[in-house]
């Protein structure tokens, strides 16, 4: 895990240099709000609004490697720059444009590790509803995670209120009941 936590600090160095906004998300995220589990790479939202992607993805170059030959191009069609950090750890910047991503670096919040080792995430709601939308296996054992260890502090009601536009736009029906189903069994457990 310290080689990833260098990692990240190393992007979030450059990233405050380079005046970009940005919070750390995925796994890194899940470190300070869910159960901790080895992640691998460091994931980034990075504001990039729409139209702008060859100018972000062009800066974010000058200060990383990428990890494949056509990474720019990539990130123009896919909003999403593969890179690596210094050490070669696995970097993916997604770039955020959509009123929620904006208002999730808003929310983000330092999380002091150690004295000298303070990184930038994004909200235990944030990343409860990017881990809803992508809706993987893993990414619903997450969410289980982070609202088990947040319990009361969860703020569900801001979960929802984010959730459901997004929600709507996938074409995976049932995914707000899915997360509801999520907040009641942990409710019962805890008030169990």
Do not use: Y
Not at 9 to 23: D, I, P, T, W, Y
Not at 26 to 46: C, H, K, M, S, Y
Not at 124 to 153: N, T, Y
């Amino acid at each position: 895990m310290s080689t990833v936590i260098g990692a990240a600090l190393e992007v979030q160095r450059k990233l405050s240099l380079a005046g970009k906004r940005f919070c750390l998300i995925g796994g890194i995220a899940l470190q300070r709000w869910g159960e901790p589990r080895f992640t691998r790479d460091v994931d980034v939202n990075v504001f990039a609004p729409f139209g702008e992607e060859t100018h972000e993805a062009d800066g974010l170059l000058s200060l990383f490697r990428p990890r494949m030959d056509d990474a720019r191009e990539f990130a123009v069609r896919n909003r999403v720059l593969l890179l690596e950090s210094s050490g070669g750890i696995a970097v993916d910047i997604a770039f955020g444009a959509i009123p929620f991503e904006e208002r999730c670096i808003a929310r983000s919040s330092e999380w002091t590790i150690a004295p000298d080792v303070v990184l930038r995430t994004c909200s235990a709601e944030d990343l409860v509803v990017l881990k809803a939308f992508a809706s993987r296996p893993q990414d619903w054992l997450d969410i289980e995670s982070v609202a088990v260890r947040m319990g009361s502090a969860l703020n569900w009601n801001l979960i929802f209120e984010e959730f459901a536009p997004l929600a709507a736009v996938r074409d995976l029906p049932g995914l707000v009941e899915q997360l509801q189903q999520v907040r009641d069994g942990v409710t019962r457990r805890d008030g169990a």
